[in-house]
């Protein structure tokens, strides 16, 4: 018999891929191909951030990579440089967690976005040095607000259909387990 | 982790081919493995669309009358300049290139982001696709292949802003480069005289350097609102669903970093080497 919180671990983490897999599916339908379309918001990377922040051990940060890695691919960005900084990204909101615990919403909002503003700011910049032809900066700020819009959209949304709670001090678990 | 996303980074950056074809053949596995569900969903949302439209059905009748007026003038002028052209082409026996045939593909998906424009089509290697050959969707022309893998290749739509070909403006014939900029127009870069090219003029693909070959359709001159000279395409953008790919053969295209030198030395001309031993001897 498996452990139950092991179990219950395992099915986020094929929740999480799941949902990344249908994203990666809905944005490569053929629909729209008439240029000049806003970017939407980077659905991955806000479901993960709003994850790890609740419940850090949902998202392993080696299958966050896998993913963020192959819609790197797939989307023909170069490969590996937003993944990279994504994982940075990542980690530093994981070790945040503690301190996010007690913050209210608007502050780990507010974080988040900042986290994603440098995640750009870095990608540009690299960009830049290695001469790789970017997007516009308009682009690049559009996917931001929408990114951070969809942010509260994703914590409602997870908080009410997947039961992901913030961990308080002093929190169990259905069976009574200390977090 | 982050040092070694980093180095396949920096991998792209150095050895940009190769990475490029395992990018490749990741898309084509992936990609091959959804185009079950790809097609069936992009059909259904079609017809979703489709069926909002059906509200609008009065406005639209009344549009289709109006330009069907206007159609039947042109169909007129049409017929005659077909028998026109027939009669002019029986008397010069021409023949049409036969190495013009084409392949045709249907669009399995997107690039999938606004920042690129790109389509993959469901033909790649296996149905002797290769990379820079042209695509049309029957109307006029629509981009060109960039990455073939074994059962899917990707197509550069004229609208990325990767995308540079050389065109021709008629009736003036000034030459001049199509620069995709991510933009539903395209502008004109490059011209030598703009003051020759009007509004309205047709853009024909060129065929300099071996890109394309000549005299595709790519679609009419217009004056942009930023005072640029763009081109209206005649492709259907807003409905691409199946494409043909042009087969031709194109000159060598640049793989790989230059090969001045070989593994057995520099390349000589046979010739030399022939004189050489004749003067030795």
Redesign the interface.
């Known amino acids: 018999m498996v452990d139950p919180i092991t179990t219950r671990r395992l099915t986020y983490w094929a929740m999480f891929f799941a949902i990344s897999a249908l994203v ?2 809905l ?13 939407g918001p980077d659905w991955t990377i806000a479901i993960a951030f709003a994850w790890v922040l609740r419940r850090p051990d949902y998202v392993p ?2 299958l966050f ?1 896998a993913v963020v ?2 819609n790197d ?9 937003w ?2 900084l994504s ?2 990204g990542f980690e530093f909101l994981r070790s945040r967690t503690q301190i996010t615990r007690e913050m209210p919403f608007v502050f780990e909002w507010a974080m988040v976005t900042a986290v994603l503003l440098a995640m750009i700011f870095a990608n540009r910049l ?1 960009l830049a040095i ?1 001469f ?2 970017q ?2 900066l308009r ?1 690049d700020a559009l996917l931001i607000v929408a990114t951070s819009a969809a942010y509260p959209m994703i914590v409602i949304i997870s908080a009410l259909v997947l039961g992901m709670q913030k961990i308080v001090p002093g929190s169990v678990d259905h069976l009574g387990h200390p977090l | 982790m982050v040092f070694f996303l980093f180095a396949l980074f920096l991998l792209w950056r150095i050895d940009s081919p190769r990475v490029e074809r395992y990018r490749t053949a990741l898309v084509d596995r992936v990609v091959s493995s959804l185009d079950w569900a790809l097609v069936p969903v992009t059909k259904l949302a079609g017809m979703v669309e489709n069926f909002q439209s059906y509200s609008k059905i009065y406005e639209q009748n009344q549009e289709l009358r109006r330009e069907l007026r206007q159609m039947k003038a042109w169909k007129e002028a049409a017929l005659q300049l077909e028998q026109k052209n027939a009669k002019l082409l029986d008397l010069n026996k021409v023949r049409l290139d036969p190495k013009l045939s084409y392949v045709t593909g249907v669009v399995l998906a997107d690039s999938g982001s606004p920042f690129r424009q790109s389509v993959l089509l469901n033909v790649g290697a296996r149905d002797g696709i290769v990379d820079g050959w042209a695509t049309t969707d029957g109307l006029g022309l629509v981009g060109r292949i960039a990455g073939v893998g074994r059962n899917s290749s990707r197509v550069i739509l004229l609208t990325d802003s990767n995308s540079r070909i050389p065109v021709t403006i008629q009736p003036s014939g000034q030459n001049a480069i199509l620069t995709g900029d991510n933009t539903g127009a395209p502008p004109l870069e490059f011209l030598e005289s703009p003051e020759l090219v009007r509004p309205g003029d047709r853009v024909v693909s060129s065929g300099d350097g071996g890109v394309f070959p000549p005299d595709l359709l790519v679609g009419h001159v217009a004056l942009g609102a930023d005072q640029r000279l763009r081109v209206r395409l005649t492709a259907d953008y807003g409905r691409l669903e199946f494409l043909r790919v042009l087969r031709r053969q194109v000159p060598k295209g640049v793989a790989d970093t230059g090969r001045l030198l070989t593994r057995t030395g520099p390349i000589v001309p046979t010739q030399f080497i022939g004189s050489e031993n004749d003067g030795g001897g």
Request: aromatic fraction near 10%; glycine fraction near 12%.
């Open positions: 990666i599916f944005r490569i339908l053929p629909l729209d191909i008439t240029p000049g379309g806003w970017p940060v080696v990579a890695l192959l691919m797939i989307f023909l960005r170069a490969p590996g440089l993944t990279g994982v940075i690299i290695f790789v032809g997007p516009s682009m």
